[in-house]
């Protein structure tokens, strides 16, 4: 059994927000949680074949576990003490590699309103050319709507992420808010407000000066 222990209301909530999230596209959808001094780092599969994750403040025991996301969302629904049960542990359901801890580089903050529009802008696409499964299609979920230069890097970021992002309500689109877009060798990630989106790329490009 597992204990999660949000350490003040606000983040028991920033993690219902997340389990809730990913519980409305499937309620056994696994969350990874792991614990990282302090905090606690949430990580969820979307339909979109890119991760999502959101890190709040408290404890977890064992350090590294996965359980389903509505039974999540439920413990923290119901849980009237400082402690939360996850549900069981089902770890084997967690298939996917997570991102490197360090080593990222900065390349560009870009506002919020643009990945919103490019989102909406992919989803008039996906309803007018449906693919053969009636969503988007694997062509226009590839395809790269954005391309972020900076710190020496050439970043091309899917479509998928974008959804991903939107699906979650990570980024507020008040006016000023900006998402970071940062970069390894081999992940892509962008930053918001609310959480963060993740996927694995091809290596970096350098720009030729």
């Known amino acids: 059994m597992a ?3 949000p350490a003040e209301r606000a983040d028991r909530d920033d993690a219902a927000a997340f389990a809730g999230r990913v519980t409305r596209w499937d309620p056994s959808g696994p969350v990874r949680l792991r614990a990282d001094g302090d905090a606690v780092r949430l990580f969820a599969t979307t339909p979109f074949d890119a991760l999502v994750s959101r890190t709040v403040s408290g ?9 389903h996301a509505g039974n999540l969302l439920s413990g923290l629904a119901v849980s009237t003490g400082s402690d939360v049960d996850p549900g069981p542990v089902v770890d084997a359901s967690w298939r996917s590699q997570l991102p490197p801890p360090g080593g990222w580089v900065v390349v560009d903050d870009i506002p919020a309103a643009l990945v919103a529009d490019l989102a909406d802008q992919g989803v008039t696409q996906a309803r007018d050319h449906p693919g053969p499964a009636g969503g988007a299609s694997t062509a226009l979920l590839d395809s790269e709507v954005l391309n972020v230069t900076g710190s020496g890097m050439n970043v091309s970021v899917p479509l998928r992420m974008l959804f991903a992002l939107s699906g979650m309500g990570f980024a507020p689109t008040t006016a000023g808010e900006k998402v970071r877009v940062s970069a390894t060798d081999s992940w892509v ?4 407000r609310f959480g963060v989106v993740l996927r694995r790329r091809h290596s970096l490009l350098p720009l030729l000066l």
């Open 189 to 192: 990630r962008i930053d918001a």
């Open 3 to 5: 204990t999660f222990t």
């Open 59 to 67: 404890r977890l025991d064992p350090r590294d576990v996965t359980v």
